[in-house]
């Protein structure tokens, strides 16, 4: 009896460790959120340039059907209220979704699709949605799914975020809560999710996860099916699955989730955030980590900021940098692409000037595709953080110091900092008011690099700066204070390598 529960359990964490792995390519890294994106502008990006710029894959808004807010400007948490499974919203319809996820797939890029397990649409009126169908929310009747009042927990608020019980059974902001202990809830969960499963995607993102008991959602994810090996996955491979835990380490609730898949780390926002505000010395930041009370990296999803805490949501509050403080924002980016912490996400934003704004759209509420400048931004309204060449950039410096350590940190003390990833890359940061000149070491081999963040190497020149390392593998590196990124960085891939 004691070999048989042996085993169980081993079997168990075998499968439950398979959830934290995102099956990325090879050489590949960053999920970029493009935020309420159509599905065949995802489809174009995929191939022009997420793939050659060496991003790992992307996270769709949800792509079930919603309700529909109608107001002047359809607001963007609409499609948070789910009223069936359809996949039909104003990013497309399934025949355009599998189109995607083909493309993109061939190319490296892995779809992560946000996903609503928790809950069903408020009370809205009417209710009808993005396909077609509707639901009568006072009966608690969502017909297309169906649902009827016993998939669902008594009504009642969230008034003590303390207790777990009310977290879980309540209503977060009225949103009908769902009861995944139902064996029929679990049903129609599993199979919505096994449907994108089919289509392709390489793991999901569980919207408001805290909100929904772990053990439910364990039964739940060990019941969706493996990986679609049409679309180039590797038999058995489980989905990824990182999971919308909003919490800033001042309550364990969050490690109940780290055994089922990773978790959006907040607290990495508001602490990156906070430091390239000056509000903490970037010295500090030489064990940026667990050792500041983030979990464990294989089970974190960070980023510098996501849909929610750019508008004032979520977690983080002033801290959060976003486009609008666009050098801070670069270099927490660089920094975080840099480091050597859990996996990473990417925010590509609309431009908003209220919080409730929805994407760009014309008078009848269809998004408006993004325009593609010379220059590599877009216009149309979208900000389009991940064609900034600070970040793209990045990515490719990721790329090439994967698997590296930490190694020959400096600091001045207090805010200019530099650092090494083993022998492949070296980075340094002047977030003060006053010029950084100093020699330090690279750790690379002698010869020129471009400075990526300012430019790269472009036919055997450099189109930004230019740096020489010497025999001893120091280089005197140059930040002006009024350098508009702040950041310089060197490392041995075709990108920066001269010679």
């Given at each position: 009896?004691?070999?048989?529960?042996?085993?169980?359990?081993?079997c168990?964490?075998?499968?439950?460790?398979?959830h934290?792995?995102?099956?990325?390519?090879?050489g590949?890294t960053?999920?970029?959120?493009?935020f309420?994106?159509?599905?065949?502008?995802v489809?174009?990006?995929?191939?022009?340039?997420?793939?050659?710029?060496?991003?790992?894959g992307?996270?769709?808004?949800?792509?079930?059907?919603n309700?529909i807010?109608?107001n002047p400007?359809r607001p963007?948490w609409?499609?948070?209220?789910?009223?069936s499974?359809?996949?039909?919203?104003?990013?497309?319809?399934?025949?355009d979704?599998?189109?995607?996820?083909?493309?993109?797939?061939?190319?490296?890029?892995r779809?992560y699709?946000d996903?609503l397990?928790?809950?069903?649409?408020?009370?809205?009126?009417?209710?009808?949605g993005?396909a077609?169908?509707y639901a009568?929310?006072?009966a608690?009747q969502?017909p297309?799914?169906p649902?009827?009042p016993?998939?669902f927990?008594p009504r009642?608020?969230?008034?003590?975020?303390?207790?777990?019980v009310?977290i879980?059974?309540c209503?977060?902001v009225g949103?009908?809560?769902?009861?995944?202990?139902?064996?029929?809830?679990?049903?129609?969960?599993?199979?919505?999710l096994?449907?994108?499963v089919?289509?392709?995607?390489a793991?999901?993102?569980?919207?408001?996860?805290k909100?929904?008991?772990?053990?439910?959602l364990?039964?739940?994810?060990?019941?969706?099916?493996n990986l679609?090996t049409?679309f180039?996955?590797?038999?058995n491979?489980?989905?990824f699955?990182?999971?919308?835990?909003?919490?800033?380490?001042?309550?364990?609730?969050?490690?109940?989730y780290?055994?089922?898949?990773a978790?959006t780390?907040?607290k990495?926002?508001?602490?990156?955030?906070?430091?390239?505000?000056?509000?903490?010395d970037?010295?500090?930041?030489?064990?940026?980590?667990?050792?500041w009370g983030?979990v464990?990296s294989?089970?974190?999803?960070?980023f510098?900021d996501?849909?929610?805490?750019?508008r004032?949501?979520?977690?983080?509050?002033?801290?959060i940098?976003?486009y609008?403080n666009?050098?801070q924002?670069?270099?927490?980016?660089?920094?975080?692409?840099?480091?050597?912490?859990?996996?990473?996400?990417?925010?590509?934003?609309?431009?908003f000037d209220?919080?409730?704004q929805?994407?760009?759209?014309?008078?009848?509420?269809n998004?408006?595709s993004?325009?593609i400048?010379?220059?590599?931004?877009?216009?149309?309204g979208?900000?389009?953080?991940?064609?900034?060449?600070q970040?793209?950039?990045?990515?490719g410096?990721?790329?090439?110091?994967?698997?590296?350590?930490?190694n020959?940190?400096?600091d001045?003390?207090?805010?200019?900092?530099?650092f090494?990833r083993?022998?492949q890359?070296?980075?340094?940061?002047?977030?003060?008011?006053?010029n950084?000149?100093?020699t330090?070491q690279?750790?690379l081999p002698?010869?020129?690099?471009?400075?990526?963040?300012?430019?790269e190497?472009i036919?055997g020149?450099?189109s930004?700066?230019?740096?020489t390392?010497d025999?001893?593998?120091?280089?005197?590196?140059?930040?002006p204070?009024?350098?508009?990124?702040?950041?310089?960085?060197?490392?041995?891939?075709g990108?920066s390598?001269i010679?």
């Open positions: 009896m004691r070999q048989v529960s042996v085993i169980f359990v081993l168990f964490l075998a499968l439950a460790s398979a934290h792995w995102p099956n990325f390519w090879d590949r960053g999920i970029v959120h493009l309420e994106w159509k599905f065949k502008d489809a174009d990006e995929c191939e022009r340039f997420l793939a050659p710029k060496g991003y790992a992307v996270q769709l808004s949800p792509v079930n059907e309700v807010i109608r400007n963007w609409e499609r948070y209220q789910p009223i499974y359809v996949l039909t919203t104003r990013s497309g319809n399934e025949n979704f599998l189109d995607m996820s083909r493309r993109c797939n061939a190319v490296g890029i779809i699709v996903v397990l928790n809950h069903m649409s408020a009370d809205n009126h009417p209710s009808d993005t077609g169908n009568d929310t006072s608690r969502w297309a799914v649902y009827g016993n998939d927990n009642c608020s969230i008034y003590n975020w303390d207790d777990p009310e879980r059974n209503e977060l949103l009908h809560d769902l009861n995944q202990a139902s064996e029929h809830v679990r049903s129609m969960l599993v199979n919505f096994d449907h994108l089919e289509l392709g995607v793991g999901f993102r569980v919207d408001a996860a909100h929904v008991w772990p053990h439910d364990e039964v739940i994810y060990n019941r969706v099916r679609n049409a180039g996955f590797h038999a491979s489980r989905p699955f990182y999971q919308e835990v909003i919490d800033l380490g001042g309550n364990p609730i969050r490690y109940e780290t055994p089922l898949g978790i780390e907040f990495y926002s508001a602490e990156i955030g906070g430091a390239f505000r000056g509000w903490n970037l010295r500090w930041l030489y064990n940026f980590g667990p050792a983030f464990p294989d089970v974190a999803l960070v510098v996501n849909h929610d805490n750019q004032g949501h979520g977690a983080g509050g002033d801290a940098l976003t609008k666009p050098k924002y670069k270099m927490a980016t660089a920094f975080t692409m840099a480091w050597n912490y859990g996996t990473i996400r990417l925010m590509s934003s609309f431009a209220d919080g409730d929805g994407p760009p759209q014309d008078s009848y509420g998004i408006i993004p325009s400048n010379a220059d590599n931004t877009c216009g149309n979208w900000v389009c953080e991940h064609r900034w060449r970040i793209y950039n990045m990515v410096f990721a790329n090439q110091v994967k698997g590296t350590g930490i020959d940190w400096w001045n003390g207090r805010n200019m900092i530099a090494c083993g022998d890359g070296f980075i340094a940061f002047n977030n003060e008011d006053h950084f000149s100093h330090l690279t750790c002698a010869g020129r690099y471009c400075d990526v963040i300012s430019g190497n036919g020149s450099c930004g700066l230019t740096i390392v025999w001893d593998q120091t280089a005197h590196i140059t930040i204070a009024d350098y508009y990124d702040g950041v310089v960085a060197i490392h041995r891939g990108a390598r010679d």
